[in-house]
């Protein structure tokens, strides 16, 4: 046995993020408070103000401002880190796009909340998944010690010569946000000496017959934002989609380094099963259910039921050729959903992974369940039933419905 | 306390925007930005908020931009900036950049500093941020074809403050950005035409050498929005500040002063031309000037209500 590096804390999953972006060498910090992300804004606050830190807090006057300030201090070359939450994110929303689209590096929490109205504070997934399709790379962890983790595997994935792409860390609200855990920190010069700093990747320019860092460094006159009609625009979104494609391996490299610097991991990097192998049911999920959803399987595994979960650690680039490869074979999967999509057929995940299935040769049955909708508990007694659902449908019981709304009152 | 400024040698210094870019003609912003940037040496960093000017400069593949640029979106060139300069003073503080200052600029329309970028302007000034903003007002929004904004006068006539029945042109007067940018306790606060740019050389001067937030509100006088000749653009922005519509003032370390003509004017009262001088030479106010006067004696009470105010204010600091 290897001795732990580093300490244990008890911390929150906010104080997590917090820490992690403490060691991770950040430059600029701009963030604007909303429950349930405040503590991580105020922790950093704490540690600028006590100099722990060389960072930039910009406090700012609101969300927006928050990611572009942020996005005006990547592109000058810092590394920058923001947090938020439901209608903060909301808030940035058309500077999601913007951010992708300029290749900047952001890292970003996000303390998963639900979105108004009526307002509420406590967890579900639809301020993030909404934002699916914005270029952003998006983890959701499990617990404290996998916010801490991937925070700082996230500056390293952003950062990515091939990359420069923002990435979103997802934490359940409250859930994990605000749950004090036991958390590994790492020796702030290891973190340190993982992540680095940043060094603004080059980029060639045509007029100026070189390659030059893609930075403004108040010399060099390089042009970021400029306006792409019909005969351009369409180029700059492919090159988007090809990066974002190469982040999987990018994730499972960087994932592979960290798990040597500090022994721990999950799964690949992209997804995390748990007694998929060889399973006759499977449920897919992502965020800290996971945990609820573990706990209820290892009893059933235990009594012999041949049952299994499926955690997505990145939403995207969606894992679907890991996702396909582990689930071929399986009959019938249940797809927990913590977002609703109104006027779809079933929610994202959901669509996704069923879509991800359609070529197996053998289609297994693919079941729905929408779950903890405004900080609804999922209880292992509903998870069990789940189960026993899916059991059923898997000795060939029809589901009278492929898209069901769980713990909700009708 | 400026040196003085020698026309040729101006003409000669690096051409921070270059020719080339998709401006209307008569259009006074690039006049503007390229006075404003020949005052100011590298290392810079523009930040421009969405508008005619980054549309016009920015066309893919080419770019009029020689200096390090950014247009992030319409509303958050304010906040944009505040996160160029909190990243050069991170960069400084672990050794990536010299001591150097960097000139942090950034230029925004009407739209994207009176109204939409409002909030993120305040926010910036608010913490003390150490940038130049500069405001090229052409008072409406140009760029989506002449939409009436937070800075279009009284009167005028804009595509969504149309000539009415009911509602003559713009039933509000103009938002006063300069005043609100001296509430807002900015180190320096002035305003300029690129017709009187010795003057607004020497205010970009002294902005420069004031730390903190600065707020040049320019002139910007549009051809296709106000309804005049292309050729008349100069000329509006005299009998702009000659009319006292658009008085030349500064504000700094808690003075203000009335500066170039403006100054003469308040010495000489007898140079006070009528705002209807202004007006007439502008199609936007067309319907003003056909009708019984009711609107130009409306923006004449406000000029002069607004010019004695400044004067008052100049003038009890000045005694």
Known sequence: MRALLGSVKALNGAEAVAYAVKQSNVDVISAYPITPQTIIVERLSEFVANGEIHAEYVNVESEHSALSTCMGAAAAGARTFTATSSQGLALMWELLYVTSGL?????????????SAPINIHCDHSDSIGARDSGWIQFYVENSQEAYDTVIQAFKIAEHSDIQLPVMVNLDGFHISHTLENVNILPDQVVSDFVGFRKPANVRVEYLGREVPAVLDGVTPISLGIIALSDYYYEFKMMLVDAIDKVKSVIKEVHNDYLKVSWRGYGDGLIDPYGVDGADIVLVIMGSAAGTVKYVVKKLLESGLRVGVLRLRTFRPFPYEEVVKVLSGVKVIGV?????????????????????????????????FIYGIGGRDLEPLTVKRICEKLLEFGRGVKPASYVEYVGVRR | MSSSI?????????????????????????????????????????????????????????TSW?????????????????????????????????????????????????????????GMVERGHNILYVLYDNEAYMNTGIQRSGGTPYGALTTTSPYGTVIPGKPQHKKPIAD?????????????????????????????????????????????????????????????????????W??????????????????????????????????????????????????????????????????????
């Not at chain 1, 290749?103 to 979105?115: F, Q, S, Y």
């Open chain 1, 103 to 115: 290749r900047l590096p952001v890292v970003m929490a996000v303390v998963n909340r639900a979105l």
């Open chain 1, 336 to 368: 927990m959903d913590r977002a609703t999509s109104p006027g779809a057929y079933g929610a994202p995940l959901f669509n996704e992974l069923r879509s991800a299935l359609y070529d197996l040769d053998s289609r297994p049955t693919v079941v729905n």
């Open chain 2, 6 to 62: 020698n026309i040729k040698e101006l003409a000669r210094s690096k051409l921070k925007l270059l020719p080339g870019h998709r401006h209307c003609p008569g259009c006074a912003a690039p006049i503007i930005v390229k006075l404003v940037l020949a005052t100011i040496d590298e290392p810079v960093v523009v930040v421009n908020a969405t508008g005619c000017l980054q549309v016009a400069t920015t066309i893919f593949p080419y």
């Open chain 2, 66 to 122: 020689n200096v390090p640029w950014i247009h992030n979106a319409f509303e958050n060139a304010a906040a944009t900036a505040s996160g160029v300069e909190a990243a050069f003073k991170a960069l400084r503080k672990r050794g990536v950049v010299g001591d150097v200052g960097v000139n942090v600029i950034v230029f925004g329309g009407d739209g994207g500093t009176y109204d939409i970028g409002f909030q993120s302007l305040s």
């Open chain 2, 180 to 248: 609100i940018m001296v509430a807002h306790r900015a180190a320096y606060v002035a305003t300029a035409t690129p017709a009187h740019w010795v003057d607004l050389i020497n205010k970009v001067r002294r902005a420069l050498s004031t730390i903190g937030p600065k707020f040049l509100h320019v002139l910007s006088p549009c051809p296709r929005g106000w309804r005049f000749d292309e050729s008349m653009s100069i000329e509006i922005c005299r009998l702009a500040v000659d009319t006292c519509y658009f008085p030349l």
């Open chain 2, 250 to 319: 500064e504000y700094g370390g808690g003075v203000w002063r009335l500066t170039s003509r403006s100054l003469e004017i308040a010495r000489n009262p007898a140079l006070k031309k009528p705002v209807e001088e202004f007006v007439k030479v502008q199609e936007r106010f067309r319907h003003a000037v056909s009708d019984d006067q009711r609107i130009i004696k409306e923006l004449q009470a406000y000029v002069d209500a607004m010019w004695e105010d400044l004067l008052n204010r100049c003038a009890v600091r000045h005694s």
